[in-house]
């Protein structure tokens, strides 16, 4: 059986809404001390400081990208009230944007996010190449 990882992944629904989802990344290649993934085409990165007290407004994701978690904490609220905090170390991979078309339904659409805690959020955004996840 071929090891795995399991990403999170921050989806728009058919109806629009923002939802989690977990699926897994295979882990075929390297060797049993070092598992690696297949390699994915990177189109840009960005690190990203956000403030204790950091706290978004209702936005879609403007393009699907990992969401690296360096420091501090992050917490996605989605509509349901439901939320996850992410903690340094950890990972998500945020496809959650506007359906093609519609136009933004602040009632609807999107997540928020928030800085958690005393210490700064640092992140780093990972975009890939179009269709790549």
């Known amino acids: 059986m071929t090891p795995r990882l399991v ?3 921050l989806y728009t629904d058919a109806q629009g809404f ?12 390297g060797t049993e001390a070092a598992r690696l993934s297949a390699e ?9 400081q956000s403030p204790p007290g950091f706290q978004s407004e209702w936005h879609c994701t403007a393009a699907p990208q990992w969401t690296f978690i ?11 009230g439901s ?12 496809s959650d944007t506007l359906p093609l078309g519609v136009p933004f339904n602040p009632e609807v659409h999107g997540h928020k996010s928030r800085q958690v805690g005393d210490e700064a959020l640092v992140t780093l955004f990972v975009r890939g190449a179009a269709g790549d996840n």
């Open 18 to 29: 923002a939802r989690f989802r977990e699926e897994a990344i295979d882990l075929p290649q």
């Open 83 to 94: 939320s996850r905090v992410f903690s340094p170390g950890e990972f998500f991979y945020s």
């Open 70 to 80: 360096l420091a501090g904490k992050m917490e996605i609220g989605l509509r349901d």
């Open 40 to 48: 994915s085409p990177v189109h840009a990165l960005q690190w990203r």
């Open 7 to 9: 990403k999170t992944v």
